[in-house]
């Protein structure tokens, strides 16, 4: 073969690298990286002539380097074609430090120990499948919901209009008789049962739209929450004499949706309100908060009258209410649920006819308290 036909084949030879899809790099026996197509500048965010003469630990991650080295070597005791990773997550590292997922594959090329490495960034296909999990989870708590609500449906919104149907028949016999004072009553227990579906209505409104808003993160500062908190129930809370007991440090931050925490942390006080015990001197909801390793875990104690042994299963789910003898819609705690899990956090709970802990997880950042917008 003369020069010139040489010349011709290697520039054959770029020509089908460089018209790969995937990175391709050879390396010697020694590691050294010894040719590079275009697709491996591009993913690895460098020039060629940056990459050749280059050990290949520089496109390891730090952390792996000492492994790779060890596993480059088993691999050249025994050479195959074969794919890099198996069920382990496999990550490659550009120049500047940035890292990113790869699907590797190996081709030995002869035998002193040169080889082809070829190399896909999957960052793509895996924010693609992100997306399809997060959808899915979005769809299996749409129809969990859905099914919740089909369940109750029948006795939360029906079974009040068979009490109005009921009374209405008992106004007509009232004004059959003459009775006015026994109607009047009757127009009134019709009225509140109507208020009070109108309320379940617009709660079940807002349980479902909330589904479809935004997150939107924000500095939060958690004794300003409170003290907002606390205004905002200012009239329950005196109606029921309980008192809300704020013991957060002044300076904790989290960096989350802060109508969400508002959402939250609203209703589990205003729980802690309304099922206050009656019989006790002192009535209060205690909410605390520490931050620990990038996670804050905020606890909304009470001395009310705890969640009956035999309801704790159903605690987070639509339409369950532990005490007949107070109203509401029956979705504040599902609500908190689905806000914590928004949010990415954890939910747990302990109670007893002594009170109810509500325990919660989220995860958070340090924050300036003047960036909260």
């Known amino acids: 073969?003369?020069?010139?036909?040489?010349?011709?084949?290697?520039?054959v030879a770029r020509l089908i690298l460089d018209a790969a899809a995937c990175a391709m790099v050879s390396i010697d026996a020694e590691g050294t990286i010894r040719l590079a197509n275009r697709e491996a500048a591009r993913i690895f965010s460098t020039s060629i002539d940056e990459l050749v003469g280059r050990p290949v630990e520089l496109l390891v991650p730090e952390r792996h380097r000492r492994d790779h080295v060890e596993l480059r070597r088993g691999f050249l005791g025994s050479p195959s074609a074969r794919a890099m990773g198996g069920d382990r997550e496999l990550w490659a590292r550009?120049?500047?430090?940035?890292?990113?997922?790869?699907?590797?594959?190996?081709?030995?090329?002869?035998?002193?120990?040169?080889v082809m490495v070829t190399l896909i960034d999957i960052s793509e296909r895996l924010a693609h499948q992100e997306a399809i999990r997060h959808q899915t989870e979005q769809l299996r708590r749409l129809h969990d919901d859905l099914?919740?609500?089909?369940?109750?449906?029948?006795?939360?919104?029906?079974?009040?209009?068979?009490?109005?149907?009921?009374?209405?028949?008992?106004?007509?016999?009232d004004l059959g008789d003459g009775d006015l004072s026994r109607a009047h009553e009757d127009v009134e227990e019709i009225r509140r049962l109507v208020r009070r579906q109108g309320e379940l209505v617009e709660g079940i409104l807002d349980f479902a739209r909330d589904e479809h808003r935004e997150i939107t993160a924000t500095a939060?500062?958690?004794?300003?929450?409170?003290?907002?908190?606390?205004?905002?129930?200012?009239?329950?809370?005196?109606?029921?004499?309980?008192?809300?007991?704020?013991?957060?440090?002044d300076g904790l931050v989290i960096r989350t949706d802060r109508r969400g925490l508002r959402q939250i942390l609203g209703n589990l006080v205003a729980n802690g309100a309304k099922f206050a015990d009656p019989a006790a001197d002192e009535r209060y909801v205690a909410v605390s908060a520490r931050e620990q390793g990038?996670?804050?875990?905020?606890?909304?104690?009470?001395?009310?009258?705890?969640?009956?042994?035999e309801a704790h299963d159903d605690v987070f789910k639509m339409f369950q209410r532990f005490h007949h003898d107070t109203e509401?819609?029956?979705?504040?705690?599902?609500?908190?649920?689905?806000?914590?899990?928004?949010?990415?956090?954890?939910i747990d709970f302990v109670s007893s006819p002594a009170g109810t802990r509500f325990s919660i997880s989220l995860p958070t950042s340090d924050d300036d308290p003047s960036a909260q917008a």
């Open 294 to 309: 990038g996670t804050v875990t905020i606890s909304v104690t009470d001395n009310g009258r705890g969640i009956p042994a």
């Open 147 to 173: 099914n919740q609500f089909a369940y109750s449906a029948s006795h939360d919104l029906k079974a009040p209009l068979a009490t109005i149907d009921g009374i209405a028949g008992c106004i007509l016999d």
């Open 328 to 346: 509401g819609s029956g979705l504040g705690l599902a609500m908190v649920k689905r806000q914590v899990t928004r949010l990415g956090g954890d």
């Open 220 to 249: 939060v500062v958690v004794s300003e929450l409170l003290d907002q908190l606390g205004r905002d129930l200012a009239a329950q809370l005196d109606t029921q004499q309980v008192e809300l007991r704020p013991e957060v440090d």
């Open 1 to 11: 073969m003369t020069q010139a036909e040489g010349a011709e084949d290697r520039d």
């Open 94 to 114: 550009r120049l500047d430090g940035t890292e990113f997922p790869v699907e590797v594959g190996l081709t030995p090329m002869d035998d002193r120990g040169n």
